[in-house]
């Protein structure tokens, strides 16, 4: 095996060592557990005498492998359920009803399970347990419109927001405002039961009120957020009439916002963080040291424009190879987060797979170095690959097959660049998701 394959397959094992950590199942059984009529949730415990009902809902990714995951703790004390999650990302579940619905543009199947947990949430009273389950994607998996604005209408408003560079949390602001559920809402709905929500973190810095646009936690984001974001990124005249209409009377005072600190329908509620980007990023690290690199977490926070952050873990590669720094070969630098993409062409492709070929094309000749990023849910973009992997010699296998790094790089078109050369990274779903893994392998020059 050559050096470079040797690299390759290593940064594949670490990879598989931070999905593995961001385990949803596990993760649920580390901080739910059950002892006799006990139930402990984090630091708190819960006689379950004092409820007669218990009821589940949910959404995310995730959400289907945390539901298998509380059904085996709670079992037949389950009194009903109901979660959402993206296509294709199912587990074995049998009293809690599991919906599949569009993600990240919402659709008309999400709207029906969403109006599904509603019920379920006009169900429980004062002596209930409410347990929510929350994991990336549940933003889009919650689409409940307020009743002024269609579904077709926030959909096109989602659509310019990811086509546009905006961050995750100026999307979710937006979500929120136009939602009946969402930043603080499902709190709202199932006060005056009992709250648990469970939360699986795919944004960075784990910020409660903008994983799955914090349904259960209080919003500091408000309208008047909302107007700027909107006009910031030239979106405000794009929009249909009944969103700027909402928008405004929300300005205005006409139409209520969300819940702040001091409601009352946060008094009887809880939020777990039960796993987050951080956890993958340690346990690829730990993969990498097991196999005697010298190894460096870079950050769990990163963000930015995908090709700019690229350039920056390039330039730290070459350094490791001209002067040993930060760390001596052989070495492994690894990052999470999530970085955001704005768009100029019409190619196919993700946030990962663009950033290994803005990689690829910064690396080129340069040896021996492996760059890996993919995402830890199995998806990349609106694409079946979950990222990419290059190394010094990607653009010339390319140029030999007749394919322009560059011109690949301009219209964001990685996906086809990728496929041609079999450097995709295709796991499938993997019913999680912590956000980003990017894995970059330096072997001795």
Known sequence: MSEIDKLRADAMAIFSAGLAAADPKAAVRRHLRLRGDTLCVGDRSYSLKDFDHIFVVGAGKAGAAMASAVETILDDRITAGHVTTKYGHLDAVNKIVVH??????????????????????????????????????????????????????????????????????????????????????????????????????????????????????????????????????????????????????????????????????????????????????????????????????????????????????????????????????PACLISGGETTVTLHGHGKGGRNQEFVLAAAVALDKVQPVVILSAGTDGTDGPTDAAGAICDGHTVARAGAKGLDAAFHLREHNAYPFFSALNDLIITGPTNTNVMDLRIVMIGDA
């Open 100 to 329: 599949e619905a569009g993600h990240p543009v919402p659709d008309e199947a999400g709207v029906q399970s969403t109006g599904e947990i509603l019920k379920i949430l006009q169900q429980a009273g004062q002596k209930d347990l409410v347990l929510c389950l929350l994991s990336g994607g549940g933003s889009a998996l919650l689409p409940l419109p307020v009743d002024a604005v269609s579904l077709a209408e926030k959909q096109d408003v989602t659509r310019h927001l990811l086509g546009c560079g905006a961050a995750i949390e100026e999307i979710n602001a937006v979500r929120k405002h136009l939602s009946q559920i969402k930043g603080g809402q499902l709190a709202r709905l199932a006060y005056p039961a009992t709250l648990v929500t469970l939360i699986l973190s795919d944004v960075v810095g784990d910020p409660l009120d903008a994983i799955a646009s914090g349904p259960t936690v209080t919003d500091p984001t408000t309208f008047a957020g909302v107007q700027e974001i909107l006009q910031e990124y030239g979106i405000w005249p794009a929009t249909s009439e009944a969103v700027r209409r909402y928008i405004s009377e929300g300005l205005a005072g006409k139409v209520a916002e969300t819940p702040k600190v001091g409601d009352p329908v946060f008094d009887r509620t809880q939020n777990v963080l039960i796993g987050s980007n951080i956890q993958a990023v340690q346990a690829a690290a730990a993969e990498a040291s097991k196999s005697r690199y010298h190894t460096l977490i870079l950050s769990s926070l990163i963000e930015g424009e995908t090709k700019e952050v690229a350039q920056v873990h390039t330039a730290i590669a070459r350094e490791v190879l001209n002067t040993g720094n930060p760390v001596a070969a």
